[in-house]
């Protein structure tokens, strides 16, 4: 029994070999069972208070990484970020990446600062490979979405020494979190967005922004200096905006009795048509009315059909016989106004006609180049009223008509109504026309030191009460021209104002005609012969379609 007992071999051996055996037995048998086991329970400890936490990041790293890859391509190519999707679901999307982008780096530089190291690799590597990648020297999109962030947003990041010596792997998370840091320290530069239209280059700056605001004349002209200007000019999205942002009185078109028209430019080397006569339409025409770039001529063989063309273009347009006879001389007004949504112009012709039913009444037919078709309204105004050939003027759906007597004739596009408006044309002889200045209707009329502008400013003062302060025209400019071109009484034959709107008024003093721009006030004559009876229609130098 003693011989194995553990007691009794002990005593019996030698102490040196005792103690020997004791030492292997402690270093082989306890010691490491125990580390062992200690590192186990490490381990195990740790799991479960992160895995929480580690599943979290990893779902919102592998989720975000493809959504900012996206922003950054977007980015790159157009300037800005992502689209806002359905419901701005696109644009959260995009948000939420970029913040779990960094609280994963917050998470990051936390765990840096506690531990000495980054974040763990977790399960099957996924935490460290969305942290900054896995170790076989092949970068993580986390961290190649982080490198072309860096190239696109700001020049290169130089790193620390010591992070550059110990650097073996692209740089990850932590290699940009220190070279901004170290950037910081240093003299501060602008971080801007390399495709912004700051660094664009002149010609494409002019091309774009400035080249749609010029006339057609000098467009034309443009054409010749390189070819990248002459295939955008020529292009029908180039003319659709220069439609829209072009909208200055060019020049008049002037026809005297049946002589062919002619062209009257307010700048020479500016403005102009390529054919003045409108020979390019199938027959001889008379002008009547026009509206942003587009002219409306009426044949004069048949049915006197109408045209619509854009003399700058050479493109026409014929349409139907109208319902109804418009006369010799209709008062005929073409509304056409400028889009961004429509390519191709649509327009209408609002034509008021004496009544053939009843007496004394005008009746009105209109065209919708939508529908393609002419329509009478069912509007008639009864009045002893006769209204002024070509002094029809368009004004927010609402056509205006000058009427002998001081008076204005009002119809409605929208309730397609009418009614009668006091004009102010008293003291005048007649010498006044009706225009468009900033949205409002205006009545130019002359007086003994030059003109007056007076815009619409109630045109219900006459259902107001008796004595009521509102007036009905409001005076918008008093312009002084010395010497004079109109005599204190104006006799309509020597001396009427021609077109007034925008920021041109025409007149005619002596026998010849004058322009004034309100905006340079300036005066210079436009025509040394002038024949009273002649037709002048405007024109804006717009390169239209139809």
């Known amino acids: 029994m003693l011989l194995v007992s ?44 992160t895995t929480i936490a580690e599943k979290a990041a990893i779902a919102g790293g592998l989720v975000s990484t493809p959504v900012i890859g996206w922003s950054l391509y977007t980015l790159k190519t157009t300037g800005c970020g992502l689209p806002p999707g359905p419901g701005g679901s696109i644009g959260a999307l995009e948000g939420v990446s970029y913040l779990a982008v960094l609280g994963i780096v917050g998470w990051s530089l936390y765990t840096k600062t506690k531990t000495g190291s980054g974040l763990p690799n977790g399960p099957f590597g996924l935490l460290g490979a969305v942290e900054e990648g896995p170790k076989n020297h092949k970068p993580s999109p986390k961290r190649l979405f982080f490198d072309i962030f860096v190239s696109i947003k700001t020049p290169p990041l130089s790193l620390s020494p010591r992070r550059f010596h110990e650097r073996r792997n692209p740089i990850g998370v932590e290699d940009l979190i220190e070279g901004i840091m170290d950037r910081g320290r240093r003299a501060n530069q602008v971080l801007v967005n390399k495709n912004s239209k700051i660094y ?12 749609p605001y010029l006339p057609a004349k000098s467009l034309f002209r443009f054409t010749g200096v390189c070819r990248d200007w002459k295939l955008d000019i020529l292009t029908p999205f180039f003319a659709h905006k220069q439609s829209n ?9 002037y026809q005297s009795r049946a002589d062919p028209p002619s062209f009257i430019s307010l700048d020479r080397n500016a403005y102009g048509v390529p054919d003045p006569s409108l020979n390019f339409l199938p027959e001889p025409v008379d002008i009547r009315t026009s509206s942003n770039g587009l002219l409306c001529c009426q044949g004069r063989d048949g049915y006197k059909a109408y045209y619509i063309c854009n ?25 056409f106004e400028p889009s961004l949504l429509n390519f191709v112009a649509e327009y209408k012709l609002v034509c008021a006609f004496p009544s053939v039913d009843f007496d004394n009444g005008y009746e009105f037919e209109i065209y919708s180049s939508k529908e393609g078709s002419w329509r009478v309204s069912g509007e008639i105004y009864f009045g002893n009223k006769t209204l002024v050939p070509r002094s029809g003027v368009h004004v927010n759906d609402i056509v205006y008509w000058q009427a002998m007597g001081s008076q204005i004739l009002v119809f409605d596009l929208k ?5 009668l408006l006091y004009g102010d044309f008293y003291g005048t002889g007649g010498c006044a026309a009706l225009g468009l200045m900033d949205g409002k209707l205006c009545l130019t009329k002359a007086q003994s030191s030059g003109l007056t502008v007076n815009v619409l400013s109630n045109a219900y003062t006459n259902t107001m009460e008796m004595n009521s302060k509102a007036r009905t025209w409001k005076t918008k400019h008093q312009i002084t021209l010395s010497p004079s071109p109109f005599a204190p009484a104006a006799d309509r034959l020597s001396s009427n104002i021609m077109f007034a709107s925008g920021n041109v008024v025409l007149f ?28 002048i229609v405007s024109h804006v130098n717009s390169l239209v379609e139809i």
């Open 415 to 419: 309730m397609e109504r009418t009614q």
């Open 200 to 211: 664009m280059d002149l010609k494409d700056i002019v091309r774009d922004h400035a080249l």
């Open 6 to 49: 553990p007691a009794s071999t002990s005593l019996l051996s030698n102490p040196l070999q005792s103690f020997h055996a004791t030492y292997k037995t402690t270093t082989r048998l306890q010691a490491p069972a125990k580390v062992l086991a200690m590192a186990k329970q490490t381990s195990d400890d740790s799991s479960s208070t």
């Open 508 to 535: 005619r003093s002596g026998g010849k005609l004058y322009s004034y721009n309100l905006k340079t006030k300036e005066t210079q004559c436009v025509g040394d012969e002038f024949d009273y009876d002649a037709r």
């Open 245 to 253: 942002c072009f909208s200055d009185i060019s020049g008049f078109f």
């Open 311 to 335: 003399p700058v273009t050479k493109k026409w347009k014929k349409l139907p016989k109208a319902n109804a006879d418009h006369g010799s001389d209709p008062a005929i007004v073409l509304i």
